[in-house]
């Protein structure tokens, strides 16, 4: 499985952003596509994850502003960002996990593969 990631780049405050996430296949139907992100000088932090079944998480740092959603006929997923602000510009990673448990989205060593990081800058 390979994943692209596409999307980011930079926005003003209180913006609008979407990073996509392309899969070329998935090994298991039962899956689970999380984005995390980074900041300069900073560990990775868990975003949002959205499973095979449509469920989704997000982190309380970005609670209802971000949204997670997923086009399983282009096995693309979505982080639609909306009313962003300088805390959220970080470098912007997806991953998915086989198997992994729903619950436990926000360990890093849940997920099998990863995508490259892309880029969000939100000015002031």
């Known amino acids: 499985v390979r994943l692209v990631a596409s999307g980011g780049g930079s926005v003003d405050t209180g913006g609008s952003l979407r990073l996509s996430c392309e899969a070329s296949?998935?090994?298991?139907?039962?899956?689970?596509v999380a984005w995390f992100r980074q900041a300069a000088g900073m560990g990775r932090e868990p975003v949002a994850v959205?499973?095979?079944?449509?469920?989704?998480k997000y982190a309380d740092s970005v609670g209802s502003r971000f949204t997670c959603s997923e086009d399983k006929v282009k096995n693309t997923v979505y982080l639609n960002m909306d009313r962003v602000t300088p805390e959220d510009t970080a470098k912007y990673y997806c991953?998915?996990?086989?198997?992994?448990?729903?619950?436990?989205?926000?360990?890093?060593?849940?997920?099998?593969?990863w995508g490259r990081g892309n880029q969000v800058t939100v000015y002031p």
């Open positions: 991953a998915v996990g086989y198997g992994a448990a729903f619950t436990k989205w926000t360990e890093e060593g849940r997920y099998n593969v």
């Open positions: 296949s998935y090994s298991d139907s039962n899956y689970i």
């Open positions: 959205i499973s095979s079944d449509g469920r989704t």
